[in-house]
T-cell receptor, first 109, second 117 residues
Framework: GQNIDQPTEMTATEGAIVQINCTYQ??????LFWYQQHAGEAPTFLSY??LDGLEEKGRFSSFLSRSKGYSYLLLKELQMKDSASYLC??????????WGAGTKLIIKP | DTAVSQTPKYLVTQMGNDKSIKCEQN?????MYWYKQDSKKFLKIMFS???????INETVPNRFSPKSPDKAHLNLHINSLELGDSAVYFC????????????????FGPGTRLLVL
């Protein structure tokens, strides 16, 4: 079957760095997405990786290793507004998005 | 200038009723989706439409029926509502194919919070 694993919850301190991991097993691979979802709101697109390596976008970076079925989202200089759930999703060979359950990130002052 | 919009935002209804949720996108996208997000926050794909053709139909009860009058709209009709249908329903859209490349970033509507009593 298809599976996306990510930690349920993480806690970090304002101003620090946090890494949220995602491992996946899917039938085929057409890219990995990270979305941010604040409580009570819709998911919003953060990043897309289809090749191995690191993609940097401001305070957020996303890394992919296809051979290991592994990705991480790195958040730097954490701000209170970064408190949200972070969803990892993989597009399989049929271009269907397979979603993880999300990691709830709690930022403490 | 909302990209993906849904109505209503909140829907409280009794078991057994029939209800519809509307979705519209003004992004010119080719594909639209309906997701259900339950209390455990899993996003589950229900349907997707590409150019008015149903291309994904996960094993959802046939009480749920998507209706797409045109490329910009994908409505969700639910018959005989049950308690287990209580969830947040998200509509989303994606470009599909643009300039020969598959562009599948999905943009979500604000969600419809359905509570069945």
């Amino acid at each position: 079957g298809q599976n996306i694993d990510q930690p349920t919850e993480m806690t970090a301190t304002e101003g620090a760095i946090v890494q949220i991991n995602c491992t996946y097993q899917t039938s085929g691979f057409n890219g990995l997405f990270w979305y941010q979802q604040h409580a009570g709101e819709a998911p919003t697109f953060l990043s897309y990786n289809v090749l191995d390596g690191l993609e940097e976008k401001g305070r957020f970076s996303s890394f992919l290793s296809r051979s290991k079925g592994y990705s991480y989202l790195l958040l730097k200089e954490l701000q209170m507004k970064d408190s949200a759930s972070y969803l990892c999703a993989v597009m399989d060979s049929n271009y269907q998005l397979i979603w993880g359950a999300g990691t709830k990130l709690i930022i403490k002052p | 200038d909302t990209a993906v919009s849904q109505t209503p935002k909140y829907l409280v209804t009794q078991m057994g009723n029939d209800k519809s949720i509307k979705c519209e996108q003004n992004l010119g996208h080719d594909t639209m989706y309906w997701y259900k997000q339950d209390s455990k926050k899993f996003l589950k794909i229900m349907f997707s439409y590409n150019n008015k053709e149903l291309i994904i139909n996960e094993t959802v009860p046939n009480r749920f029926s998507p209706k797409s009058p045109d490329k910009a709209h994908l409505n969700l009709h639910i018959n005989s509502l049950e308690l287990g249908d209580s969830a947040v329903y998200f509509c989303a859209s994606s470009q599909g194919v643009m300039a020969g490349e598959v562009v599948e970033t999905q943009y979500f509507g604000p969600g419809t919070r359905l509570l069945v009593l």
